[in-house]
Each structure stands twice: as structure tokens, then as C-alpha cells.
T-cell receptor
Framework: DTEVTQTPKHLVMGMTNKKSLKCEQH?????MYWYKQKAKKPPELMFV???????INESVPSRFSPECPNSSLLNLHLHALQPEDSALYLC?????????????FGDGTRLSIL | QKEVEQNSGPLSVPEGAIASLNCTYS??????FFWYRQYSGKSPELIMS????GDKEDGRFTAQLNKASQYVSLLIRDSQPSDSATYLC????????????FGSGTKLNVKP
């Protein structure tokens, strides 16, 4: 079992829907991440929050909107997604700052856009 | 553009053999290196971290780092079919440690 919990595990949505992905960690980590992963490709960084503040946005389209309500929670709000957004969405967490902090991944949410 | 390179494989080894996975990186100043294992359809799982030149052993896994040559390796001794997975090498950005550069991953097949 991973210590980073993501819900839901699977999500199917239409292009006009609004949905949210949720991530929770209780390891006391102060950095949290959203990644997108397509089949047979490495994870692709989307957003990084450090101490609840957005520190990296990798030029992600505005139809993806991250939110970090507190140090343990991370959300990704989805709206008007495209079929090419179908992928595995991974949340990760780590200690913030300093060299050598590994990232720990949740099980992911498999998203399908109809 | 930072680069982390791995052979995509597949690397096929018989059960009980040593599997050797390699990763090269472009940024000479990199200080920390991570190996993740990812089973098909699952999320990446951290299996090794290494920070200093030389070898680091953890059970059947050994990570080897050579900063002068800018490569990091993962050796899996007594390979088991359950080791069949994709192995990802990750190297943090020098100026933003939260940003990882991942290699494309090496697919390992361990044949019974």
C-alpha cells in the first residue's frame, strides 16, 4: 500500500464535464506534485506545490487547475478536457527543499475522456 | 535541455541471472539519483536512491554511481520473474530539486 492516496482510481468523463482528482498524504511532506503519464512513456511533470504554494507550472493548459487546500491535500480540477488528455494521472509527494529528496507516488487515477 | 537517457529495451535475462540497467545524465553537477520500478498499469515505486560515488546495496539491488562518467547503474542479482517491469531513472534539476528528469525507462523481462 502506498502512503499517497489518490481518488478516484478510475474516471470516465465527457468533454463537457467538470471533475476533480484528489490526493492525500500523511507523511508530513511539504512538496506535492501532479504528473501525467501516457502509455510506454515516463511521467510528465505538470505542477509542483511547495509549502502549499504553486512553484512549478509546466505550461499546462488552463483546463487543468490545481489546488492545494492544505499541506496534506492536493486536488486537480478538470474541465473541458480533450480526448488526448486520457492518461494516468499521478500524484507524488516529497520533503520540500534540499538535494536528495525522493518523490513517492500514489497509485494514480486512470482518466478516460469520451 | 537536461537529458537522462536509458536504453528502452526490452532487456531479457533468465531467472537467477544478474540484470544490469544503465542510465546516463547530461548535467555534470547532479547530486542525487533515483531508480523507480513500474509494473505495467501501476505507478512508479521508489527502489533505490544514491548520492555518492560508488555502490549502494539494498537486498538484491545494487546502485552504482560514477559521477566522472555521468552514469548510474542498477544491478538486480538473482533476477526473478516478479522483477519484470519498467525501470525508470530520475535525476533532479540542479537549481530546482523538486523537478525530476526521468529517463524513458528500460523494460526488463525475466524469463522463468
Amino acid at each position: 500500500d502506498t502512503e499517497v492516496t489518490q481518488t478516484p482510481k478510475h474516471l470516465v468523463m465527457g468533454m463537457t464535464n467538470k471533475k476533480s482528482l484528489k490526493c492525500e498524504q500523511h507523511m508530513g511532506h511539504r512538496a506535492m506534485y501532479w504528473y501525467k503519464q501516457k502509455a510506454k512513456k515516463p511521467p510528465e511533470l505538470m505542477f509542483v506545490y511547495s509549502y502549499e504554494k504553486l512553484s512549478i507550472n509546466e505550461s499546462v493548459p488552463s483546463r487543468f487547475s490545481p489546488e492545494c487546500p492544505n499541506s496534506s491535500l492536493l486536488n486537480l480540477h478538470l474541465h473541458a478536457l480533450q480526448p488526448e488528455d486520457s492518461a494516468l494521472y499521478l500524484c507524488a509527494s516529497s520533503q520540500a527543499g534540499g538535494v536528495g529528496q525522493p518523490q513517492h507516488f500514489g497509485d494514480g487515477t486512470r482518466l478516460s475522456i469520451l | 535541455q537536461k537529458e537522462v537517457e536509458q536504453n528502452s529495451g526490452p532487456l531479457s535475462v533468465p531467472e537467477g541471472a544478474i540484470a544490469s540497467l544503465n542510465c546516463t545524465y547530461s548535467d555534470r553537477g547532479s547530486q542525487s539519483f533515483f531508480w523507480y520500478r513500474q509494473y505495467s498499469g501501476k505507478s512508479p515505486e521508489l527502489i533505490m536512491s544514491i548520492y555518492s560515488n560508488g555502490d549502494k546495496e539494498d537486498g538484491r539491488f545494487t546502485a552504482q554511481l560514477n559521477k566522472a562518467s555521468q552514469y548510474v547503474s542498477l544491478l538486480i542479482r538473482d533476477s526473478q520473474p516478479s522483477d519484470s517491469a519498467t525501470y525508470l531513472c530520475a535525476v533532479p534539476d540542479l537549481y530546482n530539486f523538486n523537478k525530476f528528469y526521468f529517463g524513458s525507462g528500460t523494460k526488463l523481462n525475466v524469463k522463468p
